[in-house]
């Protein structure tokens, strides 16, 4: 048996490779005669640097830049010289996973970092930046990110304003000079989130709970966003409001168009274009993968969704390992089976991973 071990990242517990990882030693227990193809996937949220970085060969190169709070990190992003490709993951300057659950502050968590990763990427002079997007502890448009580019976000008095989301509902004017790189660098944006930056399925109502943001302060951003909509159309000429996939990672998604001239594309396919998965697919005589939370909505365009789809079109058979799941299918695979604990779940995931995978091998023809 060839089997493909293709999870994404279980959030909370392991990155994308770790899972990988983890089902390995878990199928090798069992069948130790089956050969493993482990691929790593992401959407653009964490793990996608990882992903890009090994499938394409990217030399990983570090800085120091600041978190969603302001403190200095060791950020990295990986050239990709056979394509002269710059790639960012802004979760490694903006992610939730940064942040401690006593820490969230979804209305100052800012982007400035992103913007940090993204100046440094630019020395390499590449052709093609691409910034994966997902997974973020912030709510502000991007607006941080521009910022660390140089624009400036001033109150009607003219003086700048704070750090974060929130902020922006005193947003008067911007003052934007763009460095000289932009509009010569194809910028891209990798989401598989389609929601707009504002209105009811925009970024703080549908995401701001996850960061933290109590109901007014979901109430605040959505209005600070829509201010900051407002002003980046009549200062910038670019309309982000209703854009899809705008809201990706509180709105970072619509600051990367409005300020870089991006594009939004799927974070799936590009890792699936980058790390031939279809090729990959072909060989397989089934697939394994895996998240930390495997629902109705994973089957709408998320990477587990996606990879299943396209076993399901190949003919392929597959098997998924979740944290937890509320789908109904022999072929879906949950830790809580092992303890009804979370936190127990998350905290020994990778042996319980191990365990769920070596289970579900041994009911296998060998």
Request: glycine residues 14%; charged residues 20%; aromatic residues 4%.
């Amino acid at each position: 048996m060839h089997v493909l071990v293709a999870p994404q990242e279980l959030k909370g517990s392991l990155a994308a490779n770790e899972a990988a990882a983890a089902i390995a030693r878990g199928l090798r227990r069992a069948r130790p005669a089956w050969t493993l193809d482990l691929l790593p996937l992401s959407d653009g949220g964490p793990g996608f640097l990882a992903a890009l970085s090994a499938a394409l060969r990217g030399d990983v190169r570090a800085l120091v830049c600041h978190d969603p709070l302001g403190r200095k990190l060791v950020g990295r992003y990986a050239w990709i010289g056979a394509t002269d490709t710059c790639v960012v993951e802004a979760a490694g300057a903006n992610g939730l996973w940064l942040v401690a659950p006593g820490e969230c502050d979804a209305v100052h968590a800012d982007t400035f970092g992103v913007g940090e990763l993204i100046a440094a990427a630019v020395l390499d002079d590449p052709k093609r930046l691409l910034v994966g997007v997902g997974g973020s502890a912030t709510t502000d448009g991007g607006a941080g990110m521009a910022r660390a580019l140089g624009a400036r976000f001033l109150d009607a008095a003219g003086a700048e304003l704070g750090p974060g989301g929130g902020a922006l509902a005193r947003l008067d004017r911007i003052e934007w000079m763009p460095p000289a790189w932009v509009g010569s660098v194809d910028v891209v944006v990798a989401t598989d989130v389609t929601n707009p930056l504002t209105g009811p399925d925009g970024a703080a109502p549908v995401y701001g709970p996850q960061k933290g943001a109590s109901p007014a302060d979901v109430e605040l951003l959505s209005g600070a966003l829509e201010r900051y909509a407002e002003v980046v159309v009549r200062d910038l000429g670019v309309d982000i409001a209703a854009m899809p996939g705008a809201g990706a990672a509180g709105g970072l998604a619509a600051g990367l168009v409005a300020f870089l001239g991006a594009r939004i594309v799927s974070g799936f396919d590009v890792v699936a274009e980058a790390t031939g998965l279809g090729e990959r697919l072909a060989r397989a005589g089934i697939v394994v993968t895996g998240e930390g939370s495997f629902d109705s909505q994973s089957r709408r365009g998320k990477v587990t969704g996606r990879l299943v789809e396209l076993a399901e079109a190949s003919g392929t058979p597959w098997v998924l390992f979740a944290g937890r799941s509320d789908v109904r299918d022999d072929r879906v695979h949950t830790l809580s089976a092992y303890t009804a604990d979370p936190a127990i779940a998350m905290r020994d995931a990778p042996e319980l991973l191990a365990r769920a995978a070596a289970n579900w091998a041994e009911t296998q023809p060998a």
